[in-house]
């Protein structure tokens, strides 16, 4: 049985677990990081101390994107099909999502993890501003497709869908985003999406 280590309320967490959920594997999760900390014996798994780490039939790995790439190869390659193109067009979006990560990740810390009284207007802004232009890339890239590499639901949706929740849970000015709406319509109904993905920001 798959082994996945960290908090829920961690994105990183949430891909590992939707992926997994989305792949129809059993897995058992144990709360690592952040009120939970991380106990020697996690350490000596991932030196890191980062969350999430998995281990699989004693293979142990960690890096999030990492991991969702070895479970699809592992068990479920329609998500992340053989032809090199398909693939290389999962991994730009996979690589690009960290990029979007670090434009959410002030805002982010501001509205849900500090309390209004200390909420910067200009941190605020900043963020709604290149959260806003990263997703208008979005927005083109489905405006073509209804998926990230193309007509089916793939490997490469999983991390930019964890944000795109945030994103839209957020208290923040947006604008018309019909496609990316639409993507993430077709997200919500997915039953790991819907439990593990779109839970309470804290």
Known sequence: MLTIWGRLNSHNVKKVV???EEIGLEYVRHDVGGRFGMDAAYLARNPNALIPTIEDDGFVLWESNA???YLAEAYAPHL????PRTR??????MDWQFAYADAQREVFLMLVRKPPEAHDPAVIARGIEET???MTILEDCLARQPWLTGESFGIA???M???AHTWYALDLARGDYPHLRGWYERLIVRPGYA???MIPLT
């Not at 992340?80 to 032809?83: I, V």
């Not at 290389?88 to 979006?93: G, I, L, P, R």
């Open 18 to 20: 939707w992926a997994a």
């Open 67 to 69: 991991i969702l790439r």
């Open 80 to 83: 992340w099909p053989a032809d």
């Open 88 to 93: 290389a067009a999962a991994d730009k979006w």
């Open 132 to 134: 806003g232009r990263m």
């Open 157 to 159: 949706d999983i991390p």
């Open 161 to 163: 869908g964890t944000y």
């Open 195 to 197: 439990s593990n993905v």
